[in-house]
């Protein structure tokens, strides 16, 4: 007789934990499914490897990316861009060896969106030209020219000059042009056009994963990040297209 309740007792103990541990299941399915949709479509995380967006970005540095841009939403001069890497702007890599194990489940947070992608074949720069844009350097007290205005950059770090390298380009359709704000210390768009004419240097737009719009981590040093409007909203459109 004595025994009958501690069956019972033993019994909903198990099926209150069951009932726990299938809610903790559900719970986490629908986050990383959530994680998914916002990875895919709204959102991404990204940390910088390199000093090339100093002192704007630095080595580090967590970012998110809104994935809306270029899509619903256009890009515009002064936006700092994540992009595929265009054709052999990146060295060769290896990436990092932490054992079969935390190998796939770094993969797997990544691939998820819950762990910052590591942009091993990602780059990202601040968009100076969009398609049709001229932009000449420099003018003779050393700045950049866009659609022949001269532009101011509070952005690039100090201590560089807006461009050791001299170039006079019109921008492809669909395409951008785009420069680090470490000048000195960023292999962009300037380096990578042999001839001279914008079409080897600039970046297809569709190859923008998105635009990076907030620095997350580390917390002393989280901003949102600005459009650079100001600098840019003298300049006219292009007089023809590209």
Same mark, same amino acid.
């Given at each position: 007789? !004595?025994?009958?309740?501690?069956?019972?007792?033993? !019994?909903?103990?198990?099926?209150?934990?069951?009932?726990?541990?299938?809610?903790?299941?559900?719970?986490?399915?629908?986050?990383?499914?959530? +994680?998914?949709?916002?990875?895919?479509?709204? =959102?991404?995380?990204?940390?910088?490897?390199?000093?090339?967006?100093?002192?704007?970005?630095?080595?580090? $540095?967590?970012?998110?990316?809104?994935?809306?841009?270029?899509? =619903?939403?256009?890009?515009?001069?002064? $936006?700092?861009?994540?992009?595929?890497?265009?054709?052999?702007?990146?060295?060769?890599?290896?990436? =990092?060896?932490?054992?079969?194990?935390?190998?796939?489940?770094?993969?797997?947070?990544?691939?998820?969106? %819950?762990?910052?992608?590591?942009?091993? $074949?990602?780059?990202?720069?601040?968009?100076?030209? %969009?398609?049709?844009?001229?932009?000449?350097?420099? !003018?003779?007290?050393?700045?950049?020219?866009?659609?022949?205005? =001269?532009?101011?950059?509070?952005?690039?770090?100090?201590?560089?000059?807006?461009? +050791?390298?001299?170039?006079?380009?019109?921008?492809?359709?669909?395409?951008?042009?785009?420069?680090? $704000?470490?000048?000195? &210390?960023?292999?962009?768009?300037?380096?990578?056009?042999?001839?001279? &004419?914008?079409?080897?240097?600039?970046?297809?737009?569709?190859?923008?994963?998105?635009?990076?719009?907030?620095?997350?981590?580390?917390?002393?040093?989280?901003?949102?990040?600005?459009?650079?409007?100001?600098?840019?909203?003298?300049?006219?459109?292009?007089?023809?297209?590209?």
């Amino acid at each position: 007789m !004595t025994e009958a309740p501690a069956r019972h007792e033993s !019994t909903g103990s198990l099926r209150r934990t069951y009932l726990a541990v299938r809610e903790i299941a559900i719970v986490a399915v629908l986050a990383i499914a959530l +994680s998914l949709v916002v990875k895919t479509w709204l =959102a991404q995380a990204f940390y910088i490897p390199s000093g090339s967006m100093e002192d704007t970005l630095s080595v580090g $540095d967590r970012v998110i990316v809104n994935k809306l841009v270029p899509g =619903a939403v256009p890009l515009q001069r002064g $936006d700092i861009v994540v992009f595929e890497d265009p054709g052999n702007w990146l060295p060769p890599t290896t990436p =990092a060896d932490h054992g079969p194990l935390l190998n796939a489940l770094e993969r797997g947070l990544e691939f998820v969106g %819950l762990m910052p992608s590591s942009a091993e $074949d990602h780059l990202i720069k601040r968009v100076i030209g %969009l398609p049709g844009d001229h932009v000449k350097c420099c !003018t003779t007290d050393g700045k950049l020219q866009v659609n022949g205005v =001269a532009i101011e950059e509070p952005y690039v770090k100090p201590g560089d000059v807006p461009s +050791s390298m001299s170039f006079d380009i019109t921008v492809p359709a669909g395409r951008i042009w785009v420069m680090g $704000d470490h000048r000195s &210390n960023s292999e962009d768009s300037r380096f990578h056009d042999p001839d001279g &004419n914008g079409r080897g240097g600039s970046v297809p737009v569709a190859d923008v994963t998105g635009r990076a719009f907030v620095i997350v981590w580390p917390f002393g040093h989280a901003e949102w990040l600005g459009r650079a409007v100001d600098t840019f909203s003298g300049v006219p459109q292009p007089t023809t297209a590209p």
